[in-house]
C-alpha cells in the first residue's frame, strides 16, 4: 500500500482561513445517493431511531507560546503535554538550536529550564504552573495551514460547544465538532438520539506527515482515549438495537476503534493510549457512519476514511468537492460517510 494512492490536488483557495458566521450554515456531503450536497443543520434528518451520536468531548488549550533564549534569540512554545504542575513536553522552534540546559524567558517574568530532550520534543521545568501559565499568555493553536496569527475570535470559534473544560488537553481540536451548536444539539436530542462522549486528547502528531512510502510500514503517533461505563453501555445498546454508531469526526472514531482494539475486539470502559494506524484492510467493529471534515493529501486522516469508504469512492468525493468549490480542512465544510458505502 503506497502514500502516492492517497495524493490529490486542492486549490489553495478552498483551504478555509477562517470560520463561518454560523457553525451550522456549513455544507455538509452526502454520498448516498451519489454526491449531493445539505446545510449541516439539516443532519437532524439523517438520523434514525435508535442511532447514537458520539463526540470527542476533549478541549484545546492554549498551547502556543512566545518567549526568548538568555541569548535573545526568539523562541516559538508549543506545548505538547504537560507532565505535572510545573513541568512539560513541549516543542520549540527557533533560529538558535535549544539544548539540555538552556533557559527560555516568557512573558510575566517566567522561566523554562530545558531538561531533557527525547523523540523530537524537549521537557521543560517552569518556575510557574504550567496550565497557568499557557491559560493567561498561550494563543489558540491554529494549525500550519491556516496562514494568519490567531485572534481572541479563535478562542471560541476553535472549540466545540461542548468541549470539558475538566478534559483541556488537546493541541488541536476535533474540528468536525466544530459545526453543532446548542440549539442543533437540543434538536438532536428532542428526536430521541443519545449524545455520547467520549475522549481522545488530540496531539502535534495528528500535524505530522506521513514519512514511510511504504505505509504498511509506518505507524503512528499515540493518543490518550478514554471511554466511560455509560458510554460503551449507550453505544452498545445503540447497536442491540438495530441503531447505527454514529462518529463525529475521526477522534471519536479512532478512540472507539482503538478503545475495541486494546479489549479483545470488545467495546469496554477504558482509559489509556492508543497508537492505531487506520488503512484500507481495517475491519470496522462498531462504528457504522462518519461526520467528517475534508483533509490533507497523503496525511493519515485521509487514509482512514479511505478506509472507511473506500479509496476509489472518496477520490471520486473529493473530486466533486473541489468542483463545487467546498471549503477545505479545520474551519471548513464536512461530509457524512456511511461505513462501504
Request: glycine share 6%; with cysteine.
Amino acid at each position: 500500500m503506497k502514500l502516492k494512492d492517497f495524493d490529490f490536488d486542492l486549490p489553495k483557495k478552498l483551504i478555509a482561513n477562517e470560520p463561518l458566521s454560523s457553525r451550522t450554515d456549513s455544507r455538509l456531503m452526502l454520498l448516498n445517493p451519489k454526491f449531493h450536497t445539505k446545510k449541516f443543520k439539516d443532519l437532524v434528518g439523517l438520523l434514525q431511531n435508535n442511532d447514537v451520536i458520539v463526540v470527542n468531548d476533549t478541549k484545546v488549550i492554549k498551547a502556543r507560546a512566545d518567549g526568548k533564549k538568555t541569548s535573545g534569540a526568539k523562541v516559538e512554545v508549543f506545548l505538547e503535554r504537560v507532565t505535572s504542575k510545573y513541568e512539560a513536553e513541549v516543542q520549540t522552534r527557533s533560529n538558535s538550536k535549544i539544548k539540555k540546559g538552556d533557559k527560555i524567558l516568557l512573558k510575566g517574568k517566567v522561566e523554562a529550564l530545558c531538561t531533557k530532550e527525547a523523540l523530537g520534543s524537549k521537557y521543560f521545568k517552569f518556575n510557574f504552573p504550567v496550565r497557568e501559565y499557557f491559560n493567561e499568555h498561550g494563543k489558540v493553536p491554529l494549525p500550519p495551514y491556516i496562514k494568519r496569527d490567531s485572534n481572541e475570535n479563535d478562542i471560541k470559534n476553535y472549540q466545540t460547544v461542548y468541549a470539558n473544560p475538566e478534559k483541556e488537553e488537546s493541541v488541536a481540536a476535533p474540528t468536525a465538532g466544530f459545526h453543532f451548536d446548542e440549539d442543533l444539539l437540543k434538536t438532536i436530542a428532542e428526536k430521541g438520539i443519545e449524545i455520547v462522549k467520549v475522549t481522545l486528547h488530540v496531539g502535534m502528531g495528528t500535524f505530522s506527515p506521513i514519512r514511510s512510502e511504504n505505509l504498511d510500514k509506518q505507524t503512528l503517533h499515540s493518543e490518550r482515549i478514554e471511554v466511560n461505563e455509560k458510554a460503551a453501555d449507550l453505544i452498545n445498546k445503540a447497536k442491540k438495537n438495530g441503531g447505527r454508531v454514529i462518529c463525529i469526526g475521526t477522534t471519536s472514531l479512532r478512540c472507539l476503534e482503538g478503545t475495541i482494539e486494546k479489549n479483545q475486539g470488545k467495546l469496554v470502559p477504558y482509559e489509556g493510549e492508543t497508537n492505531i494506524f487506520i488503512k484500507p484492510g481495517h475491519e470496522f467493529k462498531i462504528v457504522d457512519c462518519l461526520i467528517t471534515n475534508f483533509h490533507l493529501p497523503k496525511s493519515s486522516l485521509f487514509v482512514l476514511v479511505s478506509a472507511f469508504v473506500g479509496t476509489k469512492n472518496i477520490m471520486e468525493a473529493y473530486k466533486w468537492a473541489v468542483e463545487k468549490e467546498y471549503r477545505f480542512y479545520s474551519y471548513g465544510d464536512a461530509m457524512f460517510l456511511e461505513l462501504n458505502q
